[in-house]
């Protein structure tokens, strides 16, 4: 078992920044690859970014590439989206989610473990 929790959404201006956070416990963190998903009002939750085990391999979604970037500091079992150039189509939940294999790592069907969430609000 992990469990995540995220921080650091919020409301910000188009073209601003934002990092998110997600802090894991339980099982050790290295074993786990850990994405970002968001879900928007109406919308089905779609994949954002993952960051393989040690973090050598990294995957984004289309519409955040160069705009988003993830790590994680595995000594504090952490995963961080830092958001630039941020878009009101960005606005959405955002979920930390971990999962013990490498496999269909885009999907949200490919995690076990999902964060509560964290609100963010781009405006135009």
Do not use: H
């Amino acid at each position: 078992q992990v469990q995540l929790v995220e921080s650091g959404g919020g409301l910000v201006q188009a073209g601003g920044s934002l990092r998110l956070s997600c802090i894991a416990s339980g099982r050790t963190f290295t074993s786990y690859v850990m994405g970002w998903f968001r879900q928007a009002p109406g919308k089905e939750r779609e994949f954002v970014a993952t960051i393989i085990w040690g973090g050598s391999r990294l995957y984004y979604a289309d519409s955040v590439k160069g705009r988003f970037t993830i790590s994680r500091d595995n000594a504090k079992n952490t995963v961080y989206l830092q958001m630039n150039s941020l878009k009101p189509e960005d606005t959405a939940v955002y979920y930390c989610a971990a999962a013990t294999s490498s496999t269909m790592i885009t999907k949200a069907s490919g995690y076990a473990y999902w964060g509560q969430g964290t609100q963010v609000t781009v405006s135009s």
